[in-house]
């Protein structure tokens, strides 16, 4: 096959979906890597890398999609690429596909087969663990006197305390953000709606870290001490309540912190917009906000080696096996699947944009074989199958 690196072309990102190493693995199991001129060097990958790696580098995007039977990058299909995605062609990608339906029409209409990378992830996408560390590292840069917080230190001096910190949601997100303000000295408090996942918690840090049930009435009955809130909480898309409200925000001091890393659209956040890394900052009823959607994007390196690593089987799969036997082989890839020659194959986008899908096996034919099993990506069910 013929695999395309695309570079990214969304504002503010600087990863990209395989590294000049995993170039070296593809090419050497016989397959054709094509990689957009400077794909890498954002994240200090130089072409002169891939080169030597096997791969040969094309100038524009439009020759990439025009040559190769399989694309991938690590965000979503932006509007000037809906244009260039070939009937039959295999894009892998973090396309969010319930969120974004101009781009779910646009895959569609091309009848190409799409996978979303999010739900592929078996052990949880590095891409959370970075955005938890690196999230709570712009909390602390965004509670400095100097970019409109009030100025408390993450670990306190002599005679002066730390930060409460509230951490919202214990899964990767949430417990990788934990790791790091706790190991900076902030007095964090945890919740979840899974007292298992809580008391993981404990058991790690025992009694330096609280831990609450998480629910409109915990979260408001601690705001008023609190320096600093981080939304890590993957919120229902058909949800049209709010686990933090504009009025909340009055509990807490002026100068307090909300960093929104989930930044769904909509979200358990009110108040919560999508920003960038070049005006990342808001405020609303005095509370400083957070809401860059590409946190992982500012240490573009480090996730791109560490994400291009994780998708490289998934990758080497469909290159290999084609289509049908990854999706046997492993369930998370088969979940993954989102759109297969003009038909949706997402049940999550089904139900939040109310398009009819199939199931994954069902359109691939593979539904009496024995299936590698995965759970559901989300609760969210629907119901509306193509007749």
């Known amino acids: 096959m013929v695999f395309g690196i695309l570079k990214e072309i969304k504002e503010g990102e600087y990863r990209v979906i395989c590294t000049p190493a995993e170039v070296k693995t593809i090419v050497a199991s016989g397959h054709t890597v094509l990689a957009q001129k400077d794909c890498g060097k954002a994240a200090g990958f130089s072409n002169e890398k891939y080169i030597e790696a096997g791969a040969e580098i094309v100038d524009t995007m439009e020759e990439i999609y025009a040559r190769c039977d399989m694309v991938a990058k690590v965000k979503e299909f932006m509007a000037v690429e809906y244009p260039l ?167 807490m001091e002026p100068g307090s912190v909300l960093v929104d890393i989930s930044n769904d659209d909509p ?34 390196q480090s996730t791109s080696i560490a994400y291009a690593s994780e998708m490289l089987p998934m990758i080497m799969s469909i290159l290999n096996d084609g289509v049908e036997k990854c999706c046997i082989k492993d369930g998370f890839y088969r979940r993954s699947l989102t759109a297969y020659k003009g038909l949706l194959t997402h049940e999550e986008t089904s139900a939040m944009q109310n398009k009819p899908w199939i199931r994954p096996e069902d359109v691939l034919g593979i539904a009496n074989e024995k299936l590698d099993f995965a759970p559901p990506a989300t609760v969210t069910k629907s119901t509306n199958f193509y007749k």
């Open 85 to 251: 995605i070939c009937e039959n062609q295999i894009i892998l990608g973090c396309i969010h596909p319930a969120g974004h339906p101009e781009e779910v029409d646009a895959i569609l209409q091309s009848k190409c087969i799409a996978f979303t990378a999010e739900d592929a992830h078996r052990y949880g996408s590095p891409n959370c663990e970075a955005a938890g560390k690196q999230g709570a590292l712009f909390g602390l840069e965004s509670m400095l006197s100097i970019n409109g917080g009030k100025g408390k230190y993450v670990g306190g001096f002599a005679g002066a305390p730390g930060m409460n910190v509230l951490i919202l949601g214990a899964g990767l997100v949430g417990k990788s953000a934990l790791q790091v303000l706790h190991a900076l000295g902030a007095n964090c408090t945890v919740m979840d709606i899974n007292v298992g996942v809580l008391r993981s918690v404990m058991e790690q840090y025992g009694s330096k870290v609280n831990t609450m049930m998480c629910n409109k009435e915990t979260i408001a009955s601690v705001l008023p001490q609190t320096d600093m809130v981080l939304n890590c909480v993957k919120w229902p898309k058909e949800r049209k309540d709010f686990l933090i409200d504009k009025e909340m925000l009055k509990l």
């Open 267 to 300: 979200g358990a956040i009110e108040s919560s917009h999508e920003t960038h890394h070049d005006n990342p900052r808001y405020v609303v009823n005095g509370i400083v906000h957070y809401c860059v959607a590409n946190i992982p994007g500012a240490v573009a």
